[in-house]
Each structure stands twice: as structure tokens, then as C-alpha cells.
């Protein structure tokens, strides 16, 4: 741990630039944030002879592939973060604002970190953001990886909910520093009539025994009421943010991604509030995908989006991963609706093919499924979509769940079957009558 821990203190001052922006693309003059998530730094990082020595984050697998950039069996390089900031940055505009959906530390044992070294991993990460971006607002949420021991957040407060108030202070206003080193939560208003609610889904997630027997744990479900319900009244609208998404995983049958009662409340208060809500932006799964909250009857009310990872690790018996990514939003500025996505990611195994970041954009959403914008009805249009004969429209949406890792790799039968169910369909009832009618 001690070696963890020393490492970070040096990154700031010590990492290489990440090389020139590339392929950038011309963003069109609308309205527009950004959206990073799953940084998941690993110090240890370091190119080695030993291909088992290169990351902890391996777990001892060999990590063959490795380069400046990083191996699809380690989480990031601090090269690989300041790349992917190196090219964000000339993109943004002084008007634009950041989501940053947690995760900072990386997947290794409990033993390697502790509480400090991951207050030492978010600070090291705040503070890169901060170097990068400096006259921009960033709206941060906690991820599971951003406590220690992992998942295990509290319902009161602790020693991180209080550092990631210190840490993100110039960012936010003193209720939502509040509410932070309370609950791991807050609100903050954005834009006038653009408030940015930031959720604690750790709270919820499966893992975290500390709230397995809370009803409401933090008090965050009768928080985030009277919080929308101020809004409305407040004639705002609202993008809920946070790290573990509502709904079912895309990749595993059954499986919501938090809790199953907590899920359903989520989603009833969530339709219960759809007017007022604008959309929801996660991370976690470190995939790219969306969903479409629809009411009991199939009426479309919300879209979702969740946003692939930086890192690019995967375990080493998965068959596929993502290329690290990034991406920004187009939004109305009337009703702050989503118009568009504009993805960006960088080919791993090109760049440490060719010791160069060479971030470019991906694909833009409304242009690769021919939507319109991505207001609810058009999400709903593209999950239909998604069953239809030929299976383009799905290919494509497959090989970009994976940030183009594997444009070959299939997902046919129980595969996309589980994948459509789970843009569509967010409660139990619903989700359930999806994957059994095959």
C-alpha cells in the first residue's frame, strides 16, 4: 500500500503529456456539456519485462499488450488520463460545464489502498481536472471505488464524504458541500432554470453491506423528493447524475444494477417526476449504452445515458472490453432536452502501437441510427429499432457498447435479447415480462 500511495504523490508533477488532440471533429455551436466517468487510476501502472508486474490491477494476470497508454487487463496509466484530457480541452467553450460520475481508485485489493490513499487517488484526479479545466464547473458523483473498504458507503457521514467536500469545494456552493459531507449527495443549480442533482446509487448497490437493511438510507429517497418537488415548483428542470445507473444490466440476466427494492422506488419516483426531469447521465458499468424510462402503459417520459469508461480494463476471462472513452452532450437550451451525443475514444492498441494518443470521435448518436434528436420518444424509436430484421441498427449499437473494442464481436440470442429488454424496460414487471417473452 505504501508503494500505491507514494506513487500517486508523484503523478502530477511527474506524468508525461498525453500528445495532441486528434481528430477532434467540429463540435456545432449549441448548447453543450461533457461527461467523464471511471477514471480508475493506477499508480502502480509501469511497463515491465514481467508482464504479470506491470499493474495490481491485474491480479497477476500478464498483462501482454501493455504500452504507454495502458492494457486492456490494467485500469489507467496517469498517461492515459492526461490524453483524454489533452484532447478534451481545446473542444470545450467557456459556457460549458463537466459531469464526472466517479470512480477514481483502481480495482485492487482491499489490502493495496485505505481511506487516505483514496482521498490521496480523488484528490490526485481533482486536481488533474482542475489543471486541465480551470475556468469549468465540474458536478462530481461518488462511485463505489471512491471509498474504502470499496462499495461499503455508509448512510451518515464519514471521513470520504467530508475530503470530497474539501476537495470539490470550488466547485460547489456551501448546501450542496452540506449535503455532501452528509450523504454523499447534493443539488446545484447549473444554469438559471438547470439544476444538476447528484445521487449516491452506492447507497443502493448490492455490495454495500452498511445499507443492505436501510429503507432509506441517508435519508436520500425523501431528500431527492422534496428536491424535485422544489423544482417543479421552482419551474426547473433536472439532470439527475450519479456512478451506479438505475434499471437492469445490459450483460446479465435479472440483475438490476442497484438493489431490487431500491430500484423500483427509483424508477416510481423517477415517473412520478418526469416532467421536471431533463435526463440521467451514469457511469459503472464502463459500457456505453441508454435507456428510455417509459410509464406503465409504454408511454416514453425520461432518457438515460450511460457513459463508457476511461479505463479500459477488463477481467481477464471476459471476452470483450472498451477502448477508452469520453464524450459530450448537445442540449436544448429552452427545455434542456438531449439532442445529441458526440462520443469520442481512443484506439488502445493503436496508440501504444504508435507511442501517440490519437483521440477521435467515435460516432455521433442521431447520425449512426438516424434519429432526430434523442428526446424520449426518439430513445424508444431506437430500442424498437433494436429488434428489427436486418440487425444493422443493432450491430451497430453493439460494437459502440464496446467503444468499437471488437466490431466483430457477436451478441446474438439470450445476448441481445438482454440488451434490448434493458433500454426499454427499468422496473421489475416490466423487465421480467421483456427477457421471458424472449
Not at 504479470?52 to 490494467?74: I, M, N, R, W
Not at 471505488?145 to 467530508?162: E, K, L, T
Request: charge should be neutral; aromatic fraction near 10%.
Amino acid at each position: 500500500m505504501a508503494h500505491l500511495v507514494g506513487v500517486v504523490l508523484l503523478l502530477c508533477a511527474a506524468a508525461p503529456g498525453g500528445g495532441a488532440p486528434a481528430g477532434g471533429g467540429y463540435l456545432p455551436a449549441a448548447a453543450r456539456f461533457w461527461h467523464i466517468t471511471d477514471l480508475h487510476l493506477d499508480p502502480s501502472y509501469h511497463l515491465s519485462p514481467d508482464p504479470t508486474k506491470v499493474c495490481y490491477s491485474s491480479k497477476g494476470a500478464p498483462a501482454s499488450h501493455a504500452g504507454p497508454f495502458g492494457d486492456f487487463l490494467c485500469d489507467s496509466p496517469y498517461a492515459l488520463i492526461q490524453s483524454a484530457f489533452a484532447h478534451m480541452a481545446p473542444l470545450t467553450r467557456p459556457q460549458d460545464f463537466i459531469i464526472w460520475t466517479g470512480d477514481s481508485p483502481p480495482h485492487v485489493p482491499a489490502d493495496e489502498l485505505s481511506t487516505d490513499a483514496v482521498v490521496q487517488l480523488m484528490g490526485n484526479m481533482t486536481q488533474t481536472i482542475r489543471q486541465h479545466f480551470p475556468n469549468l464547473t465540474v458536478y462530481p458523483a461518488l462511485g463505489n471505488h471512491d471509498y474504502w473498504p470499496q462499495d461499503q458507503m455508509p448512510g451518515s457521514s464519514n471521513a470520504i464524504y467530508r475530503a470530497a467536500a474539501q476537495l470539490w469545494e470550488p466547485w460547489l456552493r456551501p448546501d450542496a458541500l452540506l449535503t455532501l459531507s452528509r450523504g454523499g449527495f447534493y443539488s446545484q443549480l447549473a444554469r438559471p432554470g438547470l439544476r444538476v442533482l447528484s445521487l449516491n446509487t452506492v447507497l443502493y448497490y448490492g455490495p454495500d453491506r452498511a445499507t443492505e437493511n436501510a429503507t432509506d438510507p441517508a435519508g436520500q429517497f425523501q431528500w431527492l423528493e422534496a428536491t424535485l418537488r422544489e423544482a417543479a415548483r421552482s419551474r426547473e428542470k433536472v439532470y439527475v447524475i450519479a456512478h451506479v445507473p438505475v434499471g437492469y444490466l445490459p450483460y446479465a440476466r435479472d440483475t438490476p444494477a442497484v438493489r431490487e427494492r431500491h430500484n423500483e422506488r427509483l424508477v416510481a419516483i423517477f415517473r412520478a417526476h418526469s416532467g421536471v426531469i431533463a435526463g440521467h447521465f451514469y457511469g459503472h458499468t464502463h459500457r456505453d449504452s441508454v435507456m428510455v424510462l417509459l410509464d406503465p402503459r409504454g408511454k416514453p417520459l425520461t432518457s438515460l445515458f450511460v457513459s463508457p469508461a476511461v479505463t479500459p480494463i477488463k477481467h481477464v476471462e471476459e471476452p470483450y472490453s472498451n477502448n477508452p472513452a469520453l464524450r459530450a452532450y448537445l442540449y436544448d437550451p429552452e427545455d434542456y432536452a438531449v439532442l445529441d451525443v458526440w462520443q469520442y475514444f481512443l484506439n488502445l492498441t493503436e496508440a501504444n502501437e504508435k507511442q501517440r494518443a490519437d483521440w477521435r470521435l467515435e460516432y455521433i448518436m442521431t447520425e449512426a441510427f438516424g434519429l432526430r434528436d434523442l428526446r424520449p420518444p426518439r430513445l424508444l424509436q431506437l430500442g424498437l429499432s433494436l429488434l428489427l430484421p436486418p440487425a444493422d441498427a443493432f450491430r451497430r449499437y453493439f460494437a459502440h457498447f464496446t467503444v468499437s473494442y471488437g466490431r466483430g464481436a457477436a451478441c446474438e440470442g439470450e445476448c441481445k435479447l438482454l440488451q434490448v429488454c434493458a433500454v426499454m424496460h427499468l422496473d421489475r414487471r416490466a423487465y421480467s415480462r421483456c427477457v421471458a417473452g424472449g
